[in-house]
């Protein structure tokens, strides 16, 4: 069983493993230590999140990478041909 109190020491089975102290402001200057020291648990969490959202498609994992070429490719055609449309619109309605 894991206890933490503010200001005071994390005692787990009745043992003090590390001495933790919150305070207001503080976490800016260790945000990049943070980050570096804890890399491999980032890694195995974005993994874990990667591969429960793609496990039951038929694709897998690669899945991630079409969806967004393939919204790229909606988004061109769509906003590629709009303008055009539009201006010739108001091109036969001008003349």
Excluded at 77 to 93: D, N
Aim: aromatic content about 12%; cysteine-free; overall charge positive.
């Amino acid at each position: 069983m894991l206890r933490l109190r503010i200001g005071a020491r994390i005692v787990r089975h009745s043992q003090v493993t590390e001495e933790l102290v919150i305070e207001a402001g503080r976490t800016e200057r260790h945000y990049w230590q943070d980050l570096w020291r804890y890399r491999e648990l980032f890694q195995v969490l974005a993994w874990r999140d990667v591969s429960v959202r793609y496990r039951q498609t038929v694709i897998g994992i690669a899945w991630a990478l079409i969806r967004p070429l393939l919204m790229m490719v909606v988004f061109t055609v769509i906003f590629g041909a709009a303008p055009q449309l539009f201006t010739q619109i108001l091109r036969a309605r001008l003349s």
